[in-house]
């Protein structure tokens, strides 16, 4: 016969982790947020998550922790969970990012990110041709040249999986920690572009070629060819996305 703590044990094992659970209704009200569905100053109960969701009392609360943690609510006493105004927000989050990029903040996202990596990237780049170690410069220039026959092969989740390391990596490898804590929010934009279909009809190949020119910069310890390399990526990209339409550069 089982003993009732083994059954305990057993039904707690088998139930759902929250995020599980939570991680879609925070996805819409994180949304509703962005959108202004839900205004700064709006209230939130966990009675209202509860009853709108159908969900336990505990599952609302994690809802409300979620939204927290980005600093899109806070809680007040006898009052509920007050929606706060965006210059709270941690707008590095991937979620703030996502939800920015699918509502009516995309434009003003996508120049608001441009311009900063504009404003990191071209450093960063020439940091690593100083800093990075010899398996990172390697890694650099392998995903460089595996980009354009991605491309062209039509494996979208390829290229882009390889995008993102070839950014990320190279962020971290300029040595500064600033630079390495926003390879999340690059992550978000490139992922982002590719969910909303922002990418071209034709590849770019002149710029898949500067992304080989500059691991090649950094390969070779060239600080000045790796900073102006980015540059030039970045320059296209502001241009393509902000100006011209989209575009495949990343």
């Known amino acids: 016969m089982t003993k009732p703590e083994t059954r305990i044990q057993a039904k707690e094992e088998a139930a759902p982790p929250a995020p599980v659970l939570h991680a879609s209704h925070s996805d819409t009200l994180g949304q509703e947020v962005v959108d202004g569905v839900l205004p700064a100053g709006a209230v939130l109960t966990l009675e209202s998550i509860q009853e709108r969701f159908a969900v336990s009392r505990t599952v609302a609360r994690e809802v409300v922790h979620s939204l927290e943690s980005l600093n899109m609510v806070i809680s007040k006493r006898r009052v509920g969970m007050v929606v706060l105004p965006q210059r709270h927000w941690n707008l590095f989050d ?21 311009e900063l990596r504009m404003a990191v990237e071209p450093m960063a780049a020439a940091s690593a041709a100083r800093r990075a170690s010899p398996e990172a410069r390697l890694r650099l220039v392998a995903l460089a040249q595996s980009l354009e026959p991605l ?14 390391e070839f950014h990320s990596l190279l962020l971290e490898s300029s040595g500064n920690e600033m630079f390495g804590a926003l390879t999340t929010a690059v992550a978000a934009i490139l992922a982002g572009r590719m969910d909303l279909g922002m990418v071209p009809d034709e590849p770019v190949i002149a710029a898949l070629s500067t992304h080989v020119a500059l691991a090649e910069a950094i390969m070779r310890d060239q600080p000045a060819r790796a900073e102006a390399a980015m540059s030039d990526l970045l320059v296209e990209l502001r241009t393509s996305l902000l100006e011209d339409g989209p575009s495949s550069v990343s």
């Open 151 to 164: 491309l062209l092969a039509g494996d979208d989740q390829g290229f882009l999986e390889a995008d993102i």
């Open 94 to 114: 991937p979620n703030v990012i996502r939800w920015r990029l699918r509502g009516p903040q995309r434009e003003l996202q996508v120049r608001s990110l441009v």
